[in-house]
């Protein structure tokens, strides 16, 4: 059975809290490479540019995170600023969205770093 036949028998309502299939586009946005280092990066440095963006993920190439923060601005989660001046300035920040998202993502990153230390 094909994943759009398995949904479409699926009865999922938004007032199922007990049903996390409608959060698939989420899902699937957040999956994405570098999606939610780009948004801890700029959560907690408030408003940046793409190269300190860069510096923060090395091993990222310019193409994909340009494509993430296009993505991310088209979804509202993160602002893009582009100042009139040669040469062109362009900072991000998160949207209010964004902000909550990041918030959100706090206990996850506790428990990572937690796992971190009993594991080594």
Do not use: N, Q
């Amino acid at each position: 059975m094909s994943e759009p036949e398995a949904m479409a028998e699926m009865d999922c309502s938004l007032s199922d809290p007990a049903c996390y299939c409608l959060l698939s586009d989420v899902m699937e946005l957040l999956g994405r490479k570098y999606v939610m280092d780009i948004v801890c990066i700029v959560g907690a440095h408030g408003t940046v540019r793409f190269g300190e963006i860069e510096e923060h993920l090395p091993g990222a190439s310019t193409s994909t995170l340009s494509t993430r923060l296009d993505e991310l601005v088209e979804e509202g989660l993160v602002e893009r600023e582009r100042y009139a001046e040669i040469p062109p300035r362009v900072e991000y920040s998160l949207s209010e969205e964004g902000r909550e998202l990041a918030e959100r993502f706090e206990p996850v990153f506790e428990w990572a770093a937690d796992r971190a230390e009993t594991v080594e």
